[in-house]
């Protein structure tokens, strides 16, 4: 297990810092007033570039999506600033009715955080919500134009403050923790050309029109991940919680949902284009944009490559577990007394 642990932390390029003093976790209340007094987002509104999120805090976050199912959840984020980084520190999930497509925070959710931040800073934890996080079942990381008014809330009433966004079938299919980071641009501002460019995502049919409409209007900060000394105890609780739901999952009937979804949204890709194709007098290169990225065509064949690696994934770490299992089992009958 401690072999898997290492092996999530790798793949997350999760990195341990300072050690001896675990620097990240050290809060200055008189250093973040300064902070919060000369307010350098005001100036450039991409102040903010980098996010580091502790273990503790992305796995917290991973298990409260995963546990939503196909319907969205949400909660916040404690941490501190320093210069152009949020440093998150911790996470814990909010009490808000969720539907496949959207979060509602009520009065009661609103009451449960002034009472969860009050209870830490009575036993000495100053940190401050920095920040939301919220679930994209199988849509992947970007945000809506809910989820920018929402952060347009926050960051005019509670600025600086940060939208995460955690995909929690993608992470399931991938191995991979799949999460984004954002921050919303003051209103009626128009940011650079080619200014906070995206990697290119695979988004479903149904949301394209809700992503194009609103991509202008966010930008996307690198992450990173920590751990340090003081995280090692609860890293194991969590992980041998977050160990015993993936042991007992197989990626294939876990998301076989999700993956239908996929496949019959990857077809109607394909049907587009070929009508694409097949009307326009270019061929191929119908749908080539400026500079040649991304035509129709290539975007199709990524979004397959991407759902069939994901199968693949899924068929193999089926196999491995049959076969330790199936060994096990094996083993257990041959020394079992007759």
């Known amino acids: 297990m401690d072999a898997i642990q290492r092996a999530w932390e790798l793949e997350n390029s999760v ?5 001896h003093r675990d620097a990240l976790y050290n809060y200055d209340a008189a250093e973040q007033k300064v902070i919060q007094d000369e307010k350098p987002w ?9 996010v580091r999120i502790s273990a503790v805090a992305l796995l917290k976050m991973v298990m409260h999506a995963r546990s939503g199912g196909s319907l969205e959840v949400m909660g916040l984020m404690q941490g501190k600033i320093a210069g152009d980084t949020f440093i998150v520190t911790d996470a814990f999930p ?10 509602n925070a009520s009065e009661e959710a609103n009451e449960y955080v002034v009472q969860y931040l009050q209870l830490c800073r009575d036993n000495g934890r ?16 970007w945000l809506s134009g809910i989820d920018v008014t929402t952060q347009m809330t926050q960051q005019t009433f509670q600025d600086p403050f940060l939208a995460v966004v955690i995909d929690p079938d993608r992470t399931i299919s991938a191995g991979k ?9 003051p209103e009626n501002y128009k940011p650079a050309a080619g200014h906070g460019g995206e990697d290119y995502q695979s988004i479903p049919l149904a949301k394209i029109e809700d992503f194009g409409a609103h991509a202008s209007q966010y930008y996307s900060l690198e992450i990173s991940h920590y751990k340090s000394s003081l995280d090692t105890h609860l890293l194991e609780l ?10 007992s999952q197989n990626p294939l009937f876990t998301n076989r949902d999700y993956s239908t979804k996929q496949i019959m949204d990857l077809s109607q890709k394909i049907r ?6 097949s009307t326009n007098s270019r061929g191929p290169h119908m749908a080539t944009r400026p500079g040649g990225k991304d035509t129709q065509l290539e975007k199709v064949v990524r979004d397959g490559s991407k759902i069939a690696g994901e199968e693949v994934i899924g068929l193999l770490a089926g196999e491995v577990k049959g076969k330790l299992f199936s060994q096990i089992e094996v083993k257990e009958n041959e020394i079992a007394p007759t």
């Open 15 to 19: 990195k341990l810092v300072d050690p």
């Open 272 to 277: 587009i284009a070929e009508k694409a194709v």
């Open 238 to 247: 969590l992980w041998n919680k977050y160990w015993v739901s993936t042991l």
């Open 42 to 50: 005001k100036k450039d509104p991409n102040h903010f570039k980098n």
């Open 177 to 185: 923790v799949e999460i984004g980071a954002f921050r919303t641009y």
């Open 94 to 103: 909010l009490p808000v009715e969720g539907t496949e497509t959207r979060v």
């Open 126 to 141: 100053l940190d401050n919500a920095v920040g939301w996080y919220h679930s994209h079942p199988g849509y992947g990381c």
